[in-house]
């Protein structure tokens, strides 16, 4: 299907990894550079399942947005220039769905370094990251840590203890 991506990026033929000289914890593996005119962009694709279709279509799904805007964060150390964001979705490998991404404000890049800061320093102190609930989650973090063990128990009062239950 013919889209408005074409004539405007070209595919490369190697990976190239950025590492942030700022945020030392920091690497970016972009897809590809755009440019429109003169201005430089960041090109992020995506290849969901053709049932993802209807997810994509409004704004792209927020994991994706924020890794975006985490590659930017790290790409403008090495390209100040750098000024359009776009993620694009070949959804099931035949439908081809755009957007451009606004570049984040200052809060947003702020809150993207330092949660991914306390991630790292959580990956070195080898301190496990809260379960999600997921399978995958928790034989994970079983397979890591071993199971867990309460290193005390608590008495909860009882109209405590029925507000907890009936919740």
Do not use: N
Request: hydrophobic fraction near 35%.
């Amino acid at each position: 299907r013919a889209s408005s991506l074409e004539g405007w990026f070209k595919a490369r033929g190697s990976v190239s990894i950025y590492e942030s000289a700022a945020h030392p914890w920091m690497a970016a593996t972009p897809d590809s550079f755009t440019w429109e005119g003169d201005t430089m962009g960041l090109l992020e694709i995506k290849c969901p399942g053709a049932d993802k279709h209807r997810a994509w279509q409004d704004e792209p799904p927020l994991e994706y947005l924020l890794q975006v805007w985490h590659q930017w964060i790290v790409l403008r150390e090495s390209y100040p220039d750098l000024a359009k964001l776009r993620l694009a979705a070949w959804c099931g490998g035949s439908d081809l769905v755009e957007h451009e991404i606004p570049l984040p404000d200052q809060e947003t890049i702020d809150w993207i370094v330092k949660t991914e800061q306390r991630l790292y320093e959580r990956i070195l102190s080898g301190d496990p990251p809260p379960p999600d609930g997921s399978k995958s989650s928790t034989a994970a973090l079983r397979s890591i840590y071993g199971s867990p063990t309460p290193a005390t128990q608590v008495e909860l009062p009882e109209p405590m203890a029925r507000r907890y239950f009936a919740a």
